[in-house]
């Protein structure tokens, strides 16, 4: 049987896997500027804390879902360096994953924040 690593290791790599996307991938720095934008005007509008809750989840889902789309491109560019259909489609399902999700926080984003803001002019 194969001995398994200790948990802290497990999460040393899973960290190391967060900081090497941030610092190598563009798209996730955008992801996190708009997650800090909405952390800001969260505590001056004074969201409540089921909008709070909200916000939390679709920040976690792009999030997550943008890391994941770096391991696909990864395994893909891995995998082969020839332009192949199906590389190509993995990475464009990959992508449009994190587009999909992106799209549902914006949206949902102007129904927590827009009611706010019309109400502060």
């Keep these: 049987m194969r ?9 040393g790599y899973a960290f190391q896997g967060i900081w090497n996307t941030i610092r190598e991938e563009r798209n996730i720095k955008i992801h996190l500027a708009a ?30 879902l943008e890391l994941v789309n770096t391991a696909v491109e990864a395994v893909v560019d891995l995998a082969t360096e020839e332009r192949k259909p199906l ?16 799209i549902c926080a914006a949206f949902v984003g102007l129904v927590i924040f827009l009611p706010k803001l019309a109400a502060l002019l």
């Design 3 to 11: 001995k398994h690593e200790p948990l802290y290791r497990s999460f």
């Design 87 to 102: 590389a190509k489609k993995a990475k464009d399902a990959a992508a449009g994953a994190v587009l999909a999700a992106a």
């Design 35 to 64: 997650t800090a934008l909405v952390v800001i005007f969260g505590s001056i509008l004074h969201i409540s804390k089921m909008e709070w809750f909200v916000c939390a989840i679709f920040i976690g889902l792009v999030i997550s």
